[in-house]
C-alpha cells in the first residue's frame, strides 16, 4: 500500500445528501439505461471539475463499462478489489500522475466510479462517495428489472418454442432442436438432453456432439448427470476438472474440453425423474441462478414436448402401418355383396367428415371399419384414437376425453392430456358408444356440438379439431326409447350410420379371411405358410362363427403357432368348438337335413326330460304328445328311456 500522504481513504455512513450535489444525485436516479451513463458522467465530471469519468465493473477481471474522457491505460486492478472489499472510497495520486478517485457503489456486481482529473481535492471525497451511493442504488434496480425483462423475454420465447415444437414426431429430432434452442436461449456454447431407460438403468443423450450416432449410453447412476437424477436436484460445475464426479473420457475422445456445466432433472407428468438436461460452457462467464431458473422453466416444457412427441410418434407409427394394411387393400376382407358394398360405402365416406355410427355384433370388425375410414380420408396423416367408453366410469371418462388439470381431484398430481387433443386434426373413434353413462353422454354432445373443451378442473376453453366415429353392439334405438341414451347425441352421431353383417351371414368370407389371417401368423410364427385340406374348408365353411371375424382370426392364430405338420386337417380344428356346447347348437357336421331334424329332436327330448326331473309323464305333456306317443317317438329315433334318464 502506498504511504497515506499520497493516498486518503474515506468510509461514509449511506447517503448523506448536500445541498450542493442534489443535482447530481437527481442525475443517477434518472438513470434508466445503462446506455444513458455517458450522459450522466458527462454532467459529475463537470461538477468535480475532472477530465475522466469511468464506470468499472469486476467480473473475471476489471472491465470499463461506460467512460467519458480519455480511457486509461491500465486499471489497477488490486486497488479496485481493495476499494470493493473495503467498502470505503480513496484518493490517490498514484493513478497516470494525476489525482484520481476511486468510488465503490456498493452494487451487487460491484461498480466502482473512477474521476480523474488535475483539480481533483481529497476534499472532495465525500461527496463522491454520496454520489456513487445512489449510482449503485439505480444499478441494482436496472438490473433487477434486467433480469426480470429477460427472464419474461424467455418464458415467451419457451412457450413460443413449445408451440412449434408440438408438430414434431420425431423424438431424435425433437431432442436436437429443443438443445440447439437452449444454447442459443441460454448462452451456452452447448446442450444435452438425456432421456432414461429406468428397465435397464441406462440414460440416452441427445445430441451427444462429437460421438457417432449423436447418441450417448451411460449409466443412470454415474457422473454428474447421475448425481443429477439419483438426487432430483440440479448441480453447477463452475470447474468441471476439478470435480471428481465428472467424466472426462469423452472430452478426451472428442477434443471438447469442458470448464463449467449445469444439469437439471426433467420430471414426468406424474413426478417421475424421467431424464436430465445439461447446459455445457457458458459463453460469458459461470452459469448463474438466473440461468438454473431459466433452464428448470424450459425443463418442464421440455418434458412435456418429450411426452407428447413420443405419444405421437407411437401413434403416426401404428397408423402407418394400418394405412399399409388399408392401400394394398387387406383391412376389409371378403368376396361377399355385403363387403363389396361396405368397402364402397367407406370409400364414399371417408372423403367427408360426417360423424358414423357403426353398428354390429361383438366380433363383427367395427374399430376395422373405423379405421378404414380414417386411413382413406384427408386426416390419414394425423392420429387415429381409440376409446372403449365401456371400460371407464363418468369421472374417469371426462378426464380421459377432455383431460385435467393438476389438483382437479385428490389423484390429479399433474396435468393430463385427454384423448380429444391427443387426436387433434385426426379420428376419435369412441367404442362401445351404448354403455356410456348418462352424464358422460351430456358433455360429450356438448363438445360435438361446440367443439371446444375444457380440461377438468381447468377455465380454458380449447378449440378441438376432430372427427368422431362410434360403435356400438347394443340396440340404440331400444336404449333411446328406455331413456337410457340422449336422443339428441343419437341423432348428432347416426348422421350416417354402417352396419356390419356377422360372419354366419356373408359364408363367402370365411376362407378369405381365413387365408389372410393365416398368412400373418404365420409370418410372426416364421413358419412356411399352411393351407387347408378340402376337409378343413368344409368344416370351418359349415361352423356358425358365434364369435365372428375375432374368433376366426383366434382360431388361426392358435392353428399358425400349434399346428404340426404343413397342412390344416380337421382335427387341428377340433377345438372351434367348445366341449360344453350342446350337440343342436351347431348343425355343421356335413349331415343332410333329415338326419340333422333327427339330431335335433332326439336332444330337445333329452333336454325336456331332463328339465321335468326325469318325469316321463309331465316330459310328454310339456312336448305336447301323449306319454304313449312320446315313447313311440323315441323309439322311431332310436332312443331308449335310459338314454334320456338323468
Not at 447517503?15 to 458527462?42: D, G, K, N, W
Request: hydrophobic share 40%; aromatic share 6%.
Amino acid at each position: 500500500m502506498e504511504d497515506s500522504q499520497w493516498m486518503a481513504w474515506v468510509e461514509v455512513p449511506w447517503l448523506q445528501r448536500s445541498a450542493t450535489y442534489s443535482p447530481l444525485i437527481r442525475f443517477c436516479e434518472r438513470l434508466v439505461r445503462l446506455e444513458e451513463f455517458p450522459e450522466i458522467a458527462t454532467e459529475i465530471a463537470a461538477e468535480f471539475g475532472v477530465s475522466r469519468c469511468s464506470l468499472v465493473v469486476r467480473n473475471q477481471n476489471w472491465e470499463v463499462v461506460a467512460s467519458r474522457g480519455e480511457p486509461m491505460a491500465s486499471l489497477p486492478g488490486a486497488l479496485l478489489a481493495d476499494v470493493v472489499d473495503r467498502d470505503a472510497g480513496v484518493w490517490t495520486t498514484s493513478i497516470d500522475d494525476q489525482p484520481t478517485m476511486l468510488l465503490p457503489t456498493s452494487s451487487s456486481r460491484q461498480h466502482v466510479l473512477i474521476l480523474s482529473g488535475p483539480r481533483l481535492d481529497s476534499s472532495q471525497l465525500t461527496e463522491g462517495l454520496g454520489v456513487s451511493r445512489v449510482l449503485g442504488q439505480r444499478l441494482d434496480h436496472l438490473e433487477r428489472v434486467g433480469k426480470a425483462e429477460r427472464h419474461v423475454g424467455r418464458i415467451r420465447t419457451m412457450v413460443s418454442l413449445a408451440h412449434s415444437f408440438a408438430g414434431e414426431i420425431d423424438t431424435q429430432k425433437l431432442l436436437e432442436r429443443i438443445a440447439e434452442e437452449a444454447t442459443q436461449l441460454l448462452g451456452a456454447d452447448r446442450a444435452s438432453i438425456f432421456v432414461r431407460d429406468k428397465e435397464q438403468n441406462l440414460l440416452i443423450a441427445c445430441p451427444a456432439l462429437g460421438v457417432e450416432g449423436g447418441k450417448l449410453f451411460l449409466p443412470d447412476n454415474k457422473g454428474i448427470v447421475g448425481d443429477t437424477i439419483q438426487g432430483e436436484k440440479p448441480i453447477v460445475v463452475d470447474d468441471a476438472y476439478s470435480d471428481a464426479r465428472f467424466d472426462q473420457s469423452v472430452d478426451k475422445k472428442s477434443g471438447y474440453t469442458t470448464r463449467n456445466l449445469l444439469c437439471i432433472p426433467l420430471f414426468d407428468a406424474e413426478g417421475e425423474c424421467i431424464g436430465a438436461f445439461e447446459l455445457i460452457n457458458k459463453l460469458n462467464g459461470d452459469f448463474s441462478d438466473e440461468d438454473l431458473t431459466s433452464l428448470q422453466d424450459f425443463g418442464v416444457q421440455t418434458s412435456i414436448a418429450i411426452k407428447n412427441t413420443k405419444e405421437l410418434e407411437n401413434l403416426v407409427r401404428s397408423n402407418q402401418t394400418l394405412t399399409d394394411r388399408v392401400e394394398t387393400g387387406s383391412d376389409i376382407i371378403g368376396e361377399s355383396e355385403s363387403i363389396s358394398a361396405l368397402r364402397g360405402t367407406i370409400q364414399r365416406l371417408a372423403a367427408t367428415d360426417l360423424p358414423v355410427l357403426i353398428l354390429g355384433e361383438s366380433g363383427t370388425g367395427k374399430e376395422v371399419a373405423a379405421e378404414a375410414l380414417h386411413h382413406q380420408g384427408p386426416r390419414a396423416a394425423r392420429p387415429f384414437v381409440a376409446v372403449n367408453c365401456a371400460a371407464l366410469t363418468e369421472t374417469l371418462l371426462e378426464s380421459e376425453l377432455f383431460g385435467h388439470e393438476k389438483g382437479a381431484f385428490t389423484d390429479a398430481q399433474s396435468m393430463h392430456i385427454g384423448k380429444f387433443e391427443l387426436a387433434e386434426g385426426g379420428t376419435l373413434f369412441l367404442d362401445e358408444i351404448g354403455d356410456m353413462s348418462v352424464g358422460g353422454q351430456a358433455k360429450l354432445l356438448r363438445v360435438l356440438e361446440q367443439k371446444v373443451i375444457t380440461r377438468v378442473g381447468g377455465t380454458q376453453q380449447i378449440p378441438v379439431n376432430v372427427r368422431v366415429l362410434a360403435a356400438t353392439n347394443a340396440n340404440l334405438t331400444e336404449k333411446v326409447q328406455e331413456k337410457q341414451f340422449r336422443q339428441d347425441l343419437y341423432y348428432r352421431l347416426s348422421v350416417v350410420t354402417i352396419e356390419l353383417p356377422p360372419l354366419r351371414e356373408r359364408p363367402e368370407d370365411i376362407l378369405p379371411l381365413a387365408s389372410f389371417f393365416l398368412r400373418r401368423f404365420c409370418a410372426d410364427a416364421s413358419r412356411k405358410l399352411l393351407t387347408f385340406s378340402p376337409d378343413a374348408e368344409k368344416r370351418m365353411q359349415i361352423h356358425g362363427w358365434p364369435g365372428n371375424v375375432r374368433e376366426l382370426r383366434n382360431l388361426m392364430e392358435r392353428v399358425a403357432f400349434l399346428s404340426n405338420g404343413d397342412r390344416i386337417e380337421v382335427d387341428d380344428l377340433a377345438f372351434i368348438l367348445s366341449p360344453q356346447r350342446d350337440a343342436f347348437d351347431d348343425l355343421s357336421d356335413g349331415i343332410g337335413l333329415a338326419e340333422a331334424s333327427n339330431k335335433f329332436q332326439r336332444e330337445y327330448i333329452k333336454r325336456a326330460v331332463k328339465r321335468m326331473q326325469g318325469n316321463m309323464s309331465d316330459a310328454a305333456e310339456f312336448l305336447g304328445l301323449h306319454r304313449s306317443n312320446l315313447y313311440r317317438k323315441m323309439r322311431q329315433l332310436g332312443m331308449e328311456v335310459n338314454d334320456v334318464k338323468p
